[in-house]
Nanobody
Framework: QVQLVESGGGLVQPGGSLRLSCAAS?????TGWYRQAPGKQRELVAL???????NYADSVAGRFTISRDNAKNTQYLQMNNLKPEDTAVYYC???????????WGSGTLVTVSS
């Protein structure tokens, strides 16, 4: 099991950018970001494997970029051209081994509003 700590959320105007970070307490295999808006279910935003394979939700493809620094056990989500519908609590997720259990951070709030 790994501990995950997110940072970088906040208030931004539509069209603006934010960068989320997720620091893990140990080595991680696969990792990603999920989000949950008020009254909605948690949904996948982006995933990245240890080798750099990525996958994005259609709603963020072309605007968000996930990356990772394996030496620092940290991954990032660069969010550009933010829209009000991106407002949600963003959660970092990670597995320490292939097929292992999901570990979750406590979440960071992103609010996109003018």
């Amino acid at each position: 099991q790994v501990q995950l700590v997110e940072s970088g959320g906040g208030l931004v105007q539509p069209g603006g950018s934010l960068r989320l970070s997720c620091a893990a307490s140990g080595t991680i295999f696969s990792t990603g970001w999920y989000r949950q808006a008020p009254g909605k279910q948690r949904e996948l935003v982006a995933l990245i494997s240890r080798t750099g394979w990525t996958n994005y939700a259609d709603s963020v493809a072309g605007r968000f970029t996930i990356s990772r620094d394996n030496a620092k056990n940290t991954q990032y989500l660069q969010m550009n051209n933010l829209k009000p519908e991106d407002t949600a609590v963003y959660y970092c997720q990670a597995r320490s081994v292939r097929g292992g259990p999901d570990n979750w951070g406590s979440g960071t709030l992103v609010t996109v509003s003018s």
